[in-house]
């Protein structure tokens, strides 16, 4: 059984960077797909990132572009993502993902909530 | 960008009736070679990351109860729950994996009447 565990909640001031960790077990990272999903408070999903099997590489919505970085280190099935510069906005829970067939997402992380504030 | 559109935003349905949402994408999803919908239905409930309930628009996810279906093609999709229960008490997404970014649907809200 696939299970995605992410890292713990983070608490970070404007202009600062944060570093998600999101761990697989019970498969391998590589024979993934994972995505990036982020929910401010009392809002809706938001689609960041994610692998693009046609294309190999991971892709992000334009609006994270220069300010997002995704690392694997697969020795520990383990994916990172960095989101740098922070903003209060960016103030959510964010989710990765997990897509077998590289489409659409089938297993969850329960999520990391990050907190943006001076 | 593919915006995605759903109705209602919230919907109030007793139990055991018929609850319906849809969902408008600004493009159509629909890959003519391989005539697939690339469009996914998630249930949320609250504290909880989302669940898959449906992909190919209308292939129902292992696990998720009959109740659940998936219908449509193009740019109009409906889900439906037959037969509401209290655990179907949460917020319904739609998402196209169509083309990026992997757009979602705002939500649709759905309570007990």
């Known amino acids: 059984q696939v299970q995605l565990v992410q890292s713990g909640a983070e608490v970070k001031k404007p202009g600062a960077s944060v570093k998600v960790s999101c761990k697989v077990s019970?498969?391998?990272?590589?024979?993934?797909?994972m995505h990036w999903v982020r929910q401010a408070p009392g809002k809706g999903l938001e689609w960041m990132g994610g692998?693009?099997?046609?294309?190999?590489?991971?892709i992000f919505a334009q609006k994270f572009q220069g300010r997002v970085t995704v690392t694997e280190d697969t020795s520990t099935d383990t994916t990172y993502l960095d989101l740098r510069s922070l903003r209060s906005e960016d103030t959510a829970i964010y989710y990765c993902?997990?897509?077998?067939?590289?489409?659409?997402?089938?297993?969850w992380g329960k999520g990391t909530t990050v907190t943006v504030s001076s | 960008d593919i915006v995605m559109t759903q109705s209602p935003d919230s919907l109030a349905v007793s139990l055991g009736e018929r609850a319906t949402i849809n969902c408008k994408s600004s493009?159509?999803?629909?890959?003519?070679?391989?005539?697939?919908?690339?469009l996914a239905w998630f249930q949320q409930k609250p504290g909880q990351p989302p669940k898959l309930l449906i992909y190919?628009?209308?292939t129902r996810e292992s696990g998720v109860p009959d109740r659940f279906s998936g219908s449509g093609s193009g740019t109009d999709f409906t889900l439906t729950i037959s037969s509401l229960q209290a655990e179907d008490v949460a917020v319904y997404y739609c998402q196209q994996y169509y083309s990026t970014p992997h757009t979602f649907g705002q939500g649709t809200n759905l309570e007990i009447k």
């Open positions: 493009q159509s999803v629909l890959y003519s070679s391989n005539n697939r919908n690339y």
């Open positions: 019970g498969y391998t990272l590589t024979d993934l797909s």
């Open positions: 190919w628009a209308s």
């Open positions: 692998f693009h099997p046609e294309d190999g590489e991971t």
């Open positions: 993902a997990a897509a077998f067939t590289g489409y659409y997402m089938d297993v």
